[in-house]
Every structure is written in C-alpha cells, then in structure tokens.
C-alpha cells in the first residue's frame, strides 16, 4: 500500500475559470523524498495545500477525487487531525510567523503548545529540531528581526517540530543562499531516511537530481512526467513544454548538437557535467 | 527595523514574579480607585505609595521615569492646561489671559484629572512593561478565555508596527514612481489612495496565509494546549487579587453613596 495514494484529484477554485488540478493520479510510498516541479501558475503549491489538507476543507470551489495519506482519507477526516499527520511550509516564510511569539524559540513552541505536548518535552523537541536545521543560535530573536532565508528555515522548523508524518514544503529555499539551500536538502534528506515522507516543490534542479528520489513534473494542473531525477531532469519534454532546466543540463545538449558530448545521458550537476566532459 | 516588538522588559522583580492576571486587577484597581475613590487627593497620594514604589520594587524605575518625562508628563501636562483655562467653573478668577478666564476651582480640577490620566498612563506602562504578552495570553486563555481571541489580541499588539512599516516600503516604492507624497496636504492625501489597495488587499492575502500557517501547527486542535512559559500563580496572589477586589468594591460604593 502506498502512503499517499491521490485518485484522479481534481480542484477548481472559486474564482478560476478552469480546474487547476486535473486528474491527478500519484503514489508516494513511506520514506520517499519527490520533488515536484513546473513553471508558475501550474498549481504546485494548490497540490501542496491539497495532501496538507487545506483544499478542500480550507478553500472552498469544486473537489472532486480521492487523497489517502497512510490509509486516512482527507474527505473523511477534519483538518485539525489531518495536520497532526502532514505538516506543510510554504513559500512566504513571513506569513508563516504566528505573530503571536517573541522569540525563535517561543515560535517553534507554538506549534507543540496548541497540540498539548508537557512543558518539558516541549523544550527538548525545540531545542532537538534548532540544532537539526542550525538555528539553535537564533532562539532568542524576534522571529520579525531576521532575514528572508532565515526565517524560512524557522518556517521549516516549526513544522520539523511537530514530528509530521509526510511533509509538504513549497519552496522552502527560495530566499536562501547557495549554502542554505544545501543545508535544508541535506536536512530532509535525512528526515525521509528516517521515515517521514517528503514532497517538495523546488526549482533548483541540482539539489533534486542529488537529493531527491523521484520528480513530478506539473504543468497546467497536470503531470506531464515523472520518474527518476535524472531521467525527468534531462528529457526534451520539459525543454519542450517551457520548463527550466540546469545551466548544465543546457550546456550539455547545446554540446551534444556540435558533438563535443558523447554520453548518452545527459547531466543536471556539475559533477555530472564534468564527469562527462572529461570523456 | 524593530528588533523587540513589545515593551516588556525582562527583570527579576517581585513584580515580574507576580501573576499576570494579578497585575492587570492591580493595574484596574489603581485606575478605579484613581477615579471613584471620593477624597481630592486620592490619585496625587496613589503616585506617591502606589507608582513610584511599583516602579522601584519592579526595578523599572529608570525606564519608568524616561517614559514618565518624554510620554505621560506632556500629555497630562497638556491635559491640565486645556481643562485649566476652558473649564468654566467657579467665580475666584486668579489669572486672566485674553478672554480666558482661570479661576481657583478650574486649575484644582485641572490638576486632579490630570493627576488621574497621569495614575492611568503609568499603572497601565508598569503592567506592560513587567508582563511577558505570551505569559499574560497563556495565563488568560488557561483561565478559560478563548484562543482565538487571545490570539486576535496579541497578534494585534505585534502587527501594528509591521503594517506601519510596510506602509513605509509601499510609499518608498510608489514614491520611486512618481508618487508625490510631499507638495500640499490635500494633494498628498489624494495620492495617498493608491496606498490603500496594496495595503488592504495584501493584508487580506495575508490574513488567508497566516491562518493556513497556524492551522497547520495545530492551532484549532482540540487537545487541550500547555503552554512553554510556567506561569507563577501563588496563594500570596490569590489573596492580593481578592483584597484588590474588595478595595475597588469599597472605593465604587463611597463614590456611589450619596453624601
Ligand atoms: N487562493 C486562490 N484563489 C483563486 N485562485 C488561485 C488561488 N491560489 C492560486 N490560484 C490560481 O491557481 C493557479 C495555480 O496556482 P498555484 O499557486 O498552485 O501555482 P504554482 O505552481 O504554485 O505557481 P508558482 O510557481 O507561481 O508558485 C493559478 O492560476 C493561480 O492564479
Ligand atoms: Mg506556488
């Protein structure tokens, strides 16, 4: 049985015209780590709210499918149980601040207070989860005082936190620097060797082909493709249908037309690349 | 940008020991007895025992007196003068100024209203500047008031000055634009329209965000929430809250009692 498991899920909101999910069929089994992507607009963070729970018990329109996460249907659950299960980040980290906490530290609580966990474990988890993504030096702070990718990684930890069973991350790096964004791969990569469940939304084809185990191409509502980063990453269907692809990616194929590339495949990384070019 | 968002400071004081809802009917307390307590000098002598020695055992005195002098002086100050000369009480005119007249009882009124906003500023500043906001929450919503309120409250506290900041980076980049935000005052005000729709309509992105946010970190669960910060609530507390109560039931009732 997969852990997530969406039957031909489509959703319109109430304002669009046309569906922004249509027929989505996906398996996810426990552990796995998909990274999903597509140009704007394709309605990769409408999938996020969707396994996160929020369409259609948050935003209303028209639902229609099935979405099954470790055997639980969304239909049939509330939202404040499904949470318990799938945590969700997503893209704005200033929107993600309560508001209601002054520090770092108080922020990460929040999460675990609203779900009663005792005093004392509170702090250990807080602390536990600081060191996990590196912010244990920011306890302190007004979680208003730090910078954009700062606060994303306080986004992501506030979730960590809660010990979800699948999480959903839409674009989680998307202010941070080369480094962080390294960084947080790193980190959920060991969170789905330990068991949790990840689907992320990322643009940065790099870190996917390195870190995550399979990709979800979407577009207009729709996956186009999916399959092995290496495979999807590098097919002429997502230069075709207007994706982006890795700079190495592009140098490659641009390389394979005037034979200066000789591998069959071509590489999303720069080791990748290199490796290729010194053949 | 602002680093502390709220005006507590955190001291190991008597008073920031107290429990928050101990210092909030204390806070109530001076401001009524201020106000209803039937003797003239009721809200000079509450400075005197009541205040200053707050401040001090709260060991805020410095940061109490700063505010003291820059905030509530003026403003009690300007109090005093505008009820001191449009007062139009009493016949023993000790000062004339044009066609305002001073007269003994006017300046006496003056000097106790402003008396009684200066007690009200201050004991309402030394809450709020020994009580940890989050402690203040917990401690109202495990006493049975709703989350949701609570948090409308102090997200509120904590929003403002964002929303004010942001208004600045809108007029920064509409300014960059072509916005004239400096000729006439009624010409500014009209080009200030543009202002509102980024700042309402984000705001209401933003609201539909921030509640998805928290819902996803269990906000609307039903178990029952703990809270990170142990909230001292002592018999010593129990027993001030009652005794204040009692104070501000006595102070109502002389007021009340027809002399
Ligand atoms: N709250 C909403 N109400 C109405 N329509 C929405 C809402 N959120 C998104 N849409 C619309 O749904 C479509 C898909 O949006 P979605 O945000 O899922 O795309 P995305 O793939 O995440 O794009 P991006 O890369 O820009 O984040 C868009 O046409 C968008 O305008
Ligand atoms: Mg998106």
Redesign the interface.
Known sequence: MAFINLQNVTYKYPLTKGPVLQNINLQVREGEFVSVIGPNGAGKSTLC?AL?G?VPH?FKGEFSGEIEVDGKQSSKST??EW??NV????Q?PF????????TV??EL???????????DE??VRVEEAMALTGISDLAD??P??LSGGQQQRV?LT??LV?RPRLLVLDEPTSQMDPIGTREVFGVVRRMAEQGMTVVMVEHKMEWIAEFADRVIALKEGQILMEGRPNEVLTSDLLTENGFGVSRYTSTAREAKKRGLWRKDHLPVTLDEAVEGFKK | MHERLSFHIQRDSFLHRLNPLTKLVLTLALILIAFTFPWYWTPHILVLIAIIPLSIVGKVFREFSLTALRLIIPAAGFLFLMQAFFQPIGEDVIFKFYFLDITSESLMFAFRNAMRVFVMVSAFTLFLVTTHPSELMSDLTRRGLPGQFAYVIISTLQILPQMQAKAQTIISAQRSRGLDTESSFFKRAGSLIPLIGPLVFGSLVEVEERAIAIEARGFTSRHVKTSLHEIPDSAFDQFLRWALLALIIVSIGLNLWPS
């Open positions: 709210y996160a929020f948050f939202l404040d949470v318990l945590g969700l980040a997503f704005n929107n993600q601040i309560s508001g209601a906490k002054y530290f108080e609580a929040f999460g675990l207070e609203n779900i009663g966990v005792p005093r509170m702090k702070r007004s208003y005082s986004a506030s979730i809660m």
